[in-house]
């Protein structure tokens, strides 16, 4: 049984940062881990995603350059620090594995339940 716990969600004003954490158990052997984010009414979209051994980060356009995704300490664990927040970066962030880097979410197999981050104008 794979497990995905994502942790770290708030609200906060523009222009301010949070951090998000994701910590993978249970047996996957899926390389990579990825976050999406879900608002109402679109289509999930790709934020970033990194291998499971920290390697290769890739980002999603609207979020490059603000976000940084990268390996949190020596479990299977990631962090995605978010800096320069908008209104528009609110949403469900959700963490999920896949077993190659992409940027769409069919390619992920497992997933979390996401963690609500509300930005304010």
């Known amino acids: 049984q794979v497990h995905l716990e994502e942790s770290g969600g708030g609200l906060v004003q523009a222009g301010g940062s949070l951090r998000l954490s994701c910590a993978a158990s249970g047996r996957a052997l899926n390389p990579i881990m990825a976050w999406f984010r879900q608002v109402p009414g679109k289509e999930r979209e790709f934020v970033a995603s990194i291998s499971r051994i920290g390697a290769a980060p890739s980002y999603g356009d609207s979020v490059k350059g603000r976000f940084t995704i990268s390996k949190d300490g020596a479990g299977n664990a990631i962090k995605l620090q978010m800096t320069n927040l908008g209104t528009e970066d609110t949403g469900v962030y959700c963490c999920?594995?896949?077993?190659?880097?992409?940027?769409?979410?069919?390619?992920?197999?497992?997933w979390g339940q996401g963690t609500q981050v509300t930005v304010t104008s």
């Open positions: 999920a594995l896949g077993v190659k880097r992409s940027r769409a979410a069919e390619d992920y197999n497992y």
